[in-house]
């Protein structure tokens, strides 16, 4: 793929950011971002489809990166194409509110997450094995990635799923955007 279509990856990882950052913006007050995941922006007003925009957009772009990652690692590649059938699935099967019993949709919810939490950070690694400059924020994101599965067990009642959770995402882009940038300097 050319150079062109490698900076279109950049641009929709910013695109897929905007409503996300909008809906932290407009909820403060009604979520904590301590404890409370970012997929419960689906119980805020319009936050079903703000949070849709972003997952499914990123989804898509992430799709691209790994088309774009051709010949660096297959596996690399099938464990991006998990990341966003994660995304998708956990878009099209929401979560249960806080305290809420847990559904068939909640499960599936849950179950798509653990798998593209744990399948990007994974990627992350063996694309730096051929490239050594992302080591660090692929190592950056598999720590929080294991921090923000680990925060699913409470200790003495303190909850922080939603920081976990934030730091994980903060970086899984920044991982997505030095894969995504690394592509735009490999074809200029």
Do not use: C, K
Not at 86 to 108: K, Q, R
């Amino acid at each position: 793929m050319g150079a062109e279509r490698r900076g279109w990856v950049v641009w929709g990882l910013v695109f897929s950011l905007v409503p996300i950052l909008y809906l932290h913006v407009v909820s403060a007050g009604q979520l904590d971002p301590v404890s409370d995941v970012i997929s419960d922006y689906v119980f805020v007003d319009n936050g079903t489809g703000l949070l849709a925009a972003t997952s499914l957009s990123l989804a898509a772009v992430s799709a691209l990166l790994a088309v774009n990652l051709r010949g660096v690692s297959r596996s690399a590649q099938w464990l991006i194409g998990v990341w966003s059938a994660g995304l998708t699935v956990s878009t099209i099967f929401p979560t249960d509110p806080a305290g809420a019993p847990t559904s068939v949709s909640g499960y599936v919810h849950r179950y798509a997450g653990a798998a593209m939490f744990v399948a990007l950070p994974a990627a992350g690694l063996l694309i730096a094995r051929t490239f050594p400059a992302l080591l660090g924020i692929a190592i950056t994101a598999s720590v929080s990635s294991a921090a923000f599965l680990v925060s699913h067990v409470s200790f003495g009642g303190f909850e922080a799923r939603g920081l976990t959770e934030r730091v994980l995402f903060a970086s899984l882009y920044g991982l997505l955007f030095a894969v995504a940038a690394l592509q735009v300097r490999r074809t200029s």
